[in-house]
């Protein structure tokens, strides 16, 4: 997932070429919605992802523009890493996928009462979270 060579032309290849594996949509997931930002904050993830495995997928998002990486300003040896434009702009499709799977599979209530919010009003929601995520993105940039 390193690589930003495609297979093929076909939009869905092109596509799942940069961000088409599990571990690279739970580090979009986790940044999105879990204000994760550090290299430990993804690994404490529940799923349980691998050092080497989280270290070549944030290299393959980097490399292909989903994610940025940051000095921390706490620390010298951390580091931070936020999506960005073209990461955010992955908000639409990462709802569809939980609508999806709140129709086939059994989730904690709280991921459902906000997949019913989103339902409602899905451009809506989705605006107003792609704001809040473009809002942290530019305070991240001004105090940088």
């Known amino acids: 997932?390193?690589?930003?060579?495609?297979?093929?032309?076909?939009?869905?290849?092109?596509?799942?070429d940069v961000f088409g594996d599990k571990w690279s949509l739970l580090i979009i997931r986790d940044l999105m919605f879990f204000q994760k930002s550090t290299y430990n904050d993804f690994l404490k993830?529940?799923?349980?992802?691998?050092?080497?495995?989280?270290a070549s997928r944030l290299k393959g998002l980097e490399k292909n523009g989903v994610i940025e990486k940051l000095e921390h300003p706490d620390s010298k040896t951390k580091i931070l890493y936020r999506l960005t434009?073209?990461?955010?702009?992955?908000?639409?499709?990462?709802m569809e996928v939980y609508i999806w799977s709140e129709k086939y599979f059994n989730l904690p209530?709280?991921?459902?009462?906000t997949i019913k919010e989103a339902k409602k009003?899905?451009?809506?929601?989705a605006k107003q979270l792609t704001k809040e995520l473009k809002n942290k993105l530019n305070e991240k940039?001004?105090?940088?």
């Open 45 to 54: 993830s529940a799923e349980g992802i691998a050092t080497n495995i989280l």
């Open 1 to 16: 997932m390193e690589t930003n060579k495609k297979r093929s032309d076909c939009p869905l290849g092109c596509s799942l």
């Open 109 to 113: 209530a709280d991921i459902k009462a």
């Open 85 to 94: 434009p073209k990461g955010i702009d992955l908000l639409p499709i990462i």
């Open 141 to 144: 940039k001004s105090s940088a």
């Open 121 to 125: 009003d899905k451009d809506k929601f």
